[in-house]
């Protein structure tokens, strides 16, 4: 050994104390880096669906528009202890207004639930019937057009019957 040779046992504490340094400084720098980010975001598409629709029947129809809204919970929230994430859901909510006279009636603004092929479904339960409404987009000739489909199932002894209708935006 030359008279300026570092011994083994010496070099090999000075590379080990630089690697631990090294490592616990990168270890300090990713925690940082995970408690300091901002929440995941989950980003709502716009339905087609969206707003406010008019029926383009022109005889007798049942429903005379339809207004459609959608909140959208785009914010996911990740708990540092337990790392489980929650997201509260979106919504998709449906208000018809029927054929009534002097002025349309108001059904109120019902959430709707996927019943799958792009159908949504809303339930209105009056004192004279159940009313399912179900509605989709469908996509004809280069237009949106709003498809709503309803059961009625009168209470009060009349008979049940269905309508298909279309609307405009």
């Not at 046992?9 to 080990?16: E, F, G, H, Q, S």
Request: hydrophobic share 40%; with cysteine; proline share 5%.
């Amino acid at each position: 050994m030359g008279k300026h040779a570092i011994p083994r046992t010496a070099l090999t504490r000075v590379v080990a104390t630089i690697l631990a340094a090294a490592t616990l400084t990168l270890g300090l720098t990713v925690a940082a880096n995970v408690t300091t980010a901002a929440p995941a975001q989950a980003v709502c598409s716009t339905p087609a669906m969206l707003g406010n629709w008019s029926n383009i029947t022109t005889v007798d129809p049942t429903i005379v528009r339809v207004s459609v809204r959608f909140s959208c919970s785009d914010t996911v929230v990740c708990d540092a202890e337990t790392g489980i994430c929650t997201r509260p859901p979106s919504s998709l909510d449906i208000r018809p207004f029927g054929a009534c006279s002097p002025t349309a009636c108001d059904w109120g603004w019902r959430s709707t639930t996927e019943m799958g092929d792009g159908w949504v479904r809303a339930l209105y339960h009056h004192s004279w019937a159940t009313k399912q409404v179900w509605a989709r987009t469908e996509f004809w000739h280069g237009q949106t057009f709003l498809r709503v489909w309803t059961h009625t199932d009168f209470t009060d002894g009349r008979a049940d019957y269905e309508t298909n209708e279309w609307f405009l935006k």
